[in-house]
């Protein structure tokens, strides 16, 4: 391994701090973006039973409101019940702007990785074919070694870039399909607790 990495000359360097960034944010979001930790189920009944036995209280909706995403939101709702529904719906979706930042947190830098690690790569392939050429002299002869590290050179800051930037567009995908999943169940937790609130 330490013999690829001194054989892919010092373009591999940033290609490892972008190879540490993908999995420590790929490893942050998996945690972050887990559904219980984000909208658990049974929230919006916890909540509603509790408005139901009047025992909704500041302590509880700070508990509640720091426990997910949903609890806050759910919390933030309930503290404009007095106003009109309209009114609410409004304040809901500023919160849920807040929140979809939260969930999109370091996304575009996962896209950033993906789009420059190839980049970084072929800028490796392209110094490593030079150091092939400017060892070639004019009588067509050369340095055996010196053209396999060249060479050596350009092949492995490719791979490495494509290693990195797959799995970086792969996770970004996910992520991103998750949290359209995830704002979707908000929405929807939101809609019923209105409901909810504006029927009693």
């Not at 290609?15 to 540490?20: D, F, R, T, Y």
């Not at 949903?70 to 929140?99: M, P």
């Not at 830098?109 to 050429?133: E, K, R, Y």
Request: charged letters at 15%; hydrophobic letters at 50%; glycine letters at 4%.
């Amino acid at each position: 391994m330490n013999n690829l990495l001194i054989s892919g000359g010092w373009f591999i360097w940033p290609l490892l701090v972008c190879s540490i960034l993908l999995i420590s944010i790929a490893l942050e979001r998996l945690w972050f973006l887990q559904r219980r930790l984000v909208a658990p189920k049974g929230l919006l009944r916890q909540v509603q039973n509790l408005i139901k036995k009047d025992s909704f209280n500041s302590e509880n909706q700070e508990e509640i409101a720091v426990t997910s995403q949903l609890g806050d939101l759910l919390q933030h709702c309930y503290q404009y019940q007095s106003h009109s529904r309209e009114f609410v719906e409004i304040k809901a979706e500023e919160k849920a702007s807040e929140i979809k930042l939260l969930l999109d947190r370091n996304l575009s830098m996962l896209s950033t990785i993906a789009s420059i690690s190839p980049l970084l790569g072929l800028l490796g392939t392209v110094v490593g074919m030079i150091t092939v050429f400017s060892n070639i002299d004019v009588n067509g002869t050369a340095n055996t070694d010196l053209l396999a590290a060249g060479i050596s050179e350009a092949l492995i800051t490719t791979a490495f870039g494509l290693i990195i930037a797959v799995p970086a567009i792969v996770f970004y995908r996910y992520f991103e399909q998750k949290n359209v999943i995830l704002m979707s169940v908000l929405q929807s937790n939101t809609s019923l607790f209105l409901d909810f609130l504006y029927k009693k």
